[in-house]
């Protein structure tokens, strides 16, 4: 189902770019256009992943770098019958994680040093079994090319607006920015489903057996992503699906909104807990709220 959503909506940009081409240049500039979205679909589907992890400065560790982090996600990978992934960090307060690659065999999973000092062990292994059952899923593939295709046609809002004060083609460049920001975030609605979250959710549980304990992690992620921004996302709030717990702020949340409640998320988790018989003992909201203790994981402790 993901490979054909992908192909619509690769089908869909590159219609997208022709009738813009053909708006701002006539013939020859659909020509051109449909040249650029071409080449652009087929660079995205070889290189999504590396944009995604360039976008956010991400670095690759490994068993020497991150021993403690990298082995959890090995185990899980191992658990979960995947080839190992790339494991990055990302060095930002904000505390979230994702996955990204266009297959299993190409996979990366990624944790913000924030999340990584907010978590204790349980929680990590349970955040990152959940992107690993995005990987499973195979939901990645999908998830990756729409943040760097929805960010492009962004960039060609920017450009009508640039062209907005010229009158003729500028004006009509401008018509077109005026519908073209609401039309990516169109895109990212039709291509994420919010049910892919649920899914990972009970695929993470199922590969780490700690319901109890992602759904402790959802809760203190969503209330530290709610209160620190993401400079990632503010600059392209199509990466907002990436991430485990919503990362976005004011109006652009409802626009581009592709998770489910995160509460609602928990309540599920916390059933699934008690029918595996490993209760998440005291409410995993309250643990939200509470202390922002540190992580035996803490990426500041071992890898520098």
Excluded: C
């Amino acid at each position: 189902m993901n490979q054909v959503k992908t192909l619509i909506m690769l089908a869909v940009m590159t219609a997208l770019f022709m009738g813009i081409g053909l708006m701002l240049g006539g013939r020859m500039g659909m020509i051109l256009a449909f040249l650029v979205a071409a080449g652009m679909n087929l660079f995205t589907y070889w290189n999504a992943d590396k944009i995604v992890l360039r976008m956010h400065n991400a670095r690759q560790v490994d068993a020497h770098t991150a021993p403690e982090f990298y082995e959890l996600v090995e185990d899980l990978a191992e658990r979960a019958r995947l080839p190992m992934p790339k494991v990055y960090i990302v060095d930002s307060p904000h505390p979230n994680a994702f996955a990204t690659g266009r297959n299993p065999e190409n996979a990366a999973v990624a944790a913000t040093s924030g999340l990584l000092e907010i978590l204790n062990r349980d929680e990590v292994e349970g955040v990152m079994a959940h992107e690993l059952a995005h990987v499973r899923n195979r939901d990645t593939l999908i998830m990756t090319m729409t943040a760097t295709i929805a960010g492009a046609i962004s960039m060609l809002a920017s450009y009508g607006y640039f062209f907005r004060g010229g009158g003729g083609r500028g004006g009509l460049a401008a018509l077109v920015a005026v519908f073209l920001a609401p039309f990516a975030a169109m895109i990212v609605q039709m291509a994420i489903s919010r049910t892919r979250e649920y899914g990972a959710d009970r695929g993470g549980a199922e590969i780490s057996g700690k319901p109890g304990a992602l759904a402790s992690a959802l809760a203190k992620l969503a209330n530290g992503a709610s209160q620190i921004h993401n400079p990632v996302v503010d600059r392209n709030p199509a990466t907002a699906q990436l991430y485990i717990v919503p990362a976005l702020f004011g109006g652009a949340r409802s626009l581009f909104s592709t998770h489910p409640d995160t509460n609602i998320r928990i309540a599920e988790l916390e059933k699934m807990a008690a029918v595996m018989d490993a209760p998440a003992g005291r409410s995993a909201i309250d643990d939200g709220v509470s202390s922002r203790g540190g992580s035996a994981l803490n990426p500041h402790r071992r890898d520098r």
